[in-house]
């Protein structure tokens, strides 16, 4: 790879970005055409409403200038057909020479399939490596988990104190971090399919769970509350906000005067009973790779992070960390319930990366070793 091409590369990462909470749940693709002067002729990115892909739209806008010319794209060009035909025939029939893509298709229908049909066609197939192929999978890690699993890649943020509090115990209004951190956690949230929390939370904070990052958005934040016995009040933030985006996850053990009364404010519930009248977080999140949610995010207090993590469906951890101490016993800790009573028993965590949020605030993202030891 040459610096142009690392230079391209970059600019198809970009292009790919356009289409956040746009494309889902298809993945983020960008595209861009360069002729045999080195010039850019076309460009394009993909959104699941636009239905065509990417490098199919950066040579629409090419044309003939893409003959002899070298294709960029952000993503391996599939090589199916799917809700259009595969890209690997645009790409032979506009008569491009070279294309270089920064990520495998992980999706498992495609994967591979596009760089042997493109080098079949006698194209010049070069894949990334490094930095820009690390970046442009990350892009999409949602999208390549869900089309593996069936199932959204789940990730559980916190904000916490440096010693893992996330709550005092005689207040609980305000923030533990930074209006920066709280940006951040707004770019997260739009970068998500559904987010869940629990009627405790909703009972402490009365939270909106919304997606204020006034950036445009194909379908509408899936706000989740688990509530095993319909406690959530209706008159709470959440519920009088609601327009087709809040969803009730329950038991059978609600009473049925409850679940009359959400039924007449049109408030969809599931029932995902687990043992002890638990919401059962695994059945939940199975349902949710049904409904073609590829993304959830977990805001939630200190009962439901134990249950999701000792559940074994949590994903990926996104820890902002501020610049505080609480301290005592009565403070909550991030993660509550009865924990792991041996260190050896510890949930384990893996490919751990620093992010700086602020000064004096970071943020600590890694991902959760799946263990036999989750499984009940
Ligand atoms: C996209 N956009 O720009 C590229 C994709 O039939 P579809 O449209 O649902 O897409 C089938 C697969 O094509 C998709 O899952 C992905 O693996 C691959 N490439 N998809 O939605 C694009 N280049
Ligand atoms: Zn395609």
């Known amino acids: 790879m040459t610096a142009a091409d690392r230079h391209w590369l970059r600019e198809t990462l970009a292009l790919a970005r356009r289409g956040r909470a746009l494309a889902s749940p298809n993945p983020l693709v960008g595209a861009v055409v360069v002729d045999s002067a080195g010039r850019k002729v076309g460009e394009g990115f993909y959104t699941y409403e636009g239905r065509k892909h990417a490098e199919v739209l950066a040579l629409e806008e090419a044309g003939e200038a893409a003959r002899g010319g070298a294709v960029y794209v ?15 025939d645009a790409l032979a029939a506009a008569g491009v020479s070279r294309v270089v893509a920064a990520a495998r298709d992980e999706n498992p229908e495609v994967d591979g399939v596009g760089y042997e049909r493109l080098r079949a066609c006698g194209i010049e197939v070069v894949e990334a490596d490094g930095e820009i192929a690390a970046e442009a999978r990350r892009l999409n890690e949602a999208f390549f988990h869900y089309a593996r699993t069936g199932k959204p890649l789940v990730t559980l943020k916190a904000a916490v104190t440096l010693d893992g509090k996330i709550a005092a115990p005689d207040d609980n209004t305000g923030w533990i971090t930074s209006a920066a951190a709280r940006a951040h956690v707004q770019q997260m949230r739009h970068d998500h399919d559904a ?17 204020r990052s006034a950036l445009p958005r194909r379908r509408p934040l899936l706000r989740i509350v688990a509530d095993s016995l319909l406690r959530l009040p209706v008159d709470s933030r959440i519920v009088e906000s609601a327009a087709g985006d809040l969803l009730i996850a329950t038991t059978s053990a609600a009473r049925q005067a409850r679940r009359r009364l959400f039924e007449s404010l049109n408030i969809p519930m599931e029932i995902f009973d687990a043992p002890a009248g638990r919401v059962d977080l695994s059945a939940l999140v199975e349902w949710l790779g049904t409904q073609r949610i590829a993304s959830l995010m977990i805001e939630t207090g200190s009962k439901l ?15 902002y960390y501020a610049p505080k101490i609480l301290g005592g016993l009565d403070s909550l800790p991030m993660v509550g319930g009865v924990g792991r009573r041996t260190r050896a028993g510890a949930l384990l965590l893996e490919n751990l990366k620093i992010l700086p949020v602020a000064k004096d605030e970071f943020a600590v993202e890694a991902y959760v070793v799946k263990q036999a030891a989750t499984v009940p």
């Open 74 to 88: 952000s993503l391996e060009p599939c090589g199916i057909h799917g809700r259009t035909p595969p890209c690997v």
């Open 195 to 211: 987010i869940l929390t629990g009627i405790g939370t909703v009972q402490a904070d009365d939270c909106l769970l919304t997606d």
């Open 305 to 319: 992070n134990w249950g999701a993590l000792e559940g074994g469906v949590v994903d990926k951890l996104l820890l």
